[in-house]
Every structure is written in C-alpha cells, then in structure tokens.
C-alpha cells in the first residue's frame, strides 16, 4: 500500500521580528564601543578586561557582558574568558574603527550616537507630521545653520561624511573611466576626500572641491597634510545660488538626497550647464532599487532625512533618469560600488 508524502509545512518563528524589534540594543552597544574609542585602544594591542576598564573608565558591573556581547556580534576576538579574557579587534573592526587609520568610518557612527539615536525616537512624530526631528524641533537652529555655527561640530559632520564614503569614493575613483576626461569637480565636496582619491588614482585629473566658505579652511588643511594642493583645488561657494565651475566630470556624493525634488532638478540641470558636450554628472547616494523591495538601508537612509532635513529623501536609479533626461542629459547608467551604494552617471 503506498502512502502520500504529507507536504512540508513551515515553521513560522519571531526569530526575525525579535532580531529587527531589539536591534537597538547591537546598535548601541557598538555605537558606544566606537565612542569611547575602544577600538582604537585595542588596534595598538590586545588587552585583558581589566585594561580595558581602566582605560575606558568603566564601572565593574557590566564589563565582561558588553565585551562578550562584542565578541558574540563579530566584533572583538577573545582568548581565555572573564577575569582570563584578552581582547583583541576583528578584522574589518581593526580596518574601519580605528581612528588612527584613514579607513575610518566611524565618524558616522559618533555622529549617530550623539546625535541621530535620540532623533529616531521621534520617527512617529515625523511619520505623522512629515517635519524633521532633530534640533529645529525644540526651536533650534536647523541642522545645518547648528553644524556651520561651531567649528568642532562642523568638523565632527566633515569627519563623518568623509568615513562613510570613504569606500565608495575610493571604488569609484578606480572603477569610473577618466581617460576622456581632464577636470573633475566635487559639488558639497567636504573635506575633499573624492577629489584626492580621484586625483591619487588618476594621476592625469586636475580636481575642484566645491563646498560654503565654512568648509574651505577644512578642506585646504587636508590638502596641505596630504600633499595634494597642486592636484585638488579648494574653491568656495553655495551650490544652491551660485553656478556650478566647470568641469569634465561633476560628481554629488550625499548632496541630492538632502533636498526635495525641485532643488533635487535644479542641481541636476546645473550641472547639465556646467559640463561639456560628453560630459558626465556622478551621483553617490545609496540608491535605491526601483522596485523598492531590496535595499532597505536607502530606505532607511530616506526616513533618516525625515527625520533630518525640511523635505529631503532618497531615490531610485528610475526617478534620477527621469529628472537628468527632463535636463537634457542623453543617457544615464548605474555602477555598483560599496555596500547599498551606486552612482548614478549621467552624460550630457
């Protein structure tokens, strides 16, 4: 007598909605190793728990549970355990989290434990009001007029910018084809980081990094530290009243997504005027995938300009072709490059 396989049924669990729901408690458990600059402690060597807490001040109870739980994330390595322990960093933590190396990227993360952690908390009210949630909610300056009023946190922001991009500036800058190009400018370039990545990698491109007078003793220093004055010029200026230098190759690195779709278009058709015929527009952002489904941390990013700007969000590879082809711009294409990020390319 045969018997019928009883089909499979799947097991549903909470697995996933507990590992979302809690995330906080990961997320500010390395937000605040990389604070108080665990990392970079342990990137000079290994160090044993006791170490560590006279280091980092850190009271006796809750020691070896935050350590642990660091090493449980992938975070530290351990030998021994407890009072035996010694700690030492992964890999990619020794790479990204030490402040003494130029791979940094944990300006971001300082920058989202002193500022955004407690913004998010206010996401329903943002959801509910479509207003931002950081600082110009108490009456307070607005994000940026807070940021270009204090040197430290202006260079706190820069700093942070430049980690987070780090990766994929440096991709582009060995990724994108500059053989046909001579000139590159860098619109919102910051502290300059795309502009001496691209110059470094191409010895032949003279670079313009484009940002407000506030920026611009910032991004000559860094310059002048890394020897690249003679490739990268630093020219101030506001991309929002002012034309845009011309150049073979404008590049946008996390500028279009702070704005909402008119500016968004009166940046891109700046841009159009700016270049030649055959010149190319590159925007970095974390782009989003059109069908919306895949990359959730572009979405995020999007709700995190809820949360901080008057009407900013991120976008799709599909709405920036709509908006560079209204324009002018002939053509656009997507290159892939760290992470959730791409460029979005358009050629006039």
Known sequence: METTAQPKIKQVTPE??????????ASKTLLSAVNMGLFTH?????????????????????LYDFLDTLVALGFLHRTGIRETAIYSNAEDTDTFLDRD?????????????????????????GLKTGKPQNESKTGSKSMFEELYASEERLREFLHAMGGIQYGNFMTFSRKFD??????????????GNLSVL????????????????AVGPVATENMNVLGMSDKVTVRSGDFLKDELPHADVITMGNVLHDWGTDTKKMLIRKAYDALPDGGALVVIENIIDDDRRNNAFGLMMSL?????????????????????GE????????????????????VK
């Open 42 to 62: 342990l990137a000079k060597g290994k160090l044993t728990g006791k170490q560590i807490r006279e280091k980092l001040h850190l009271h006796r109870r809750g």
């Open 327 to 346: 324009a002018g711009f002939r053509k656009t294409t997507v290159m892939p490059l760290t992470g959730p990020s791409s460029a979005v390319i358009a």
């Open 304 to 324: 995190n300009m809820l949360i901080e700007t008057d009407e900013g969000y991120d976008f799709s590879a599909a709405d920036f072709n709509t908006w560079a």
């Open 178 to 191: 500059f053989s046909n190009f001579q000139t590159l400018c860098d619109v919102g370039g910051a502290g």
């Open 198 to 213: 691209v110059a470094k990698n191409n010895p032949h491109m003279k670079c313009i990094s484009f940002d407000l007078p």
């Open 101 to 125: 190396k130029p791979s940094y990227i944990g300006g971001i993360l300082e920058m989202s434990n002193n500022r955004l952690y407690n913004f998010w908390n206010d996401l329903e009210d």
């Open 16 to 25: 996933h909605i507990m590992k979302i729901g809690m995330g906080f408690w």
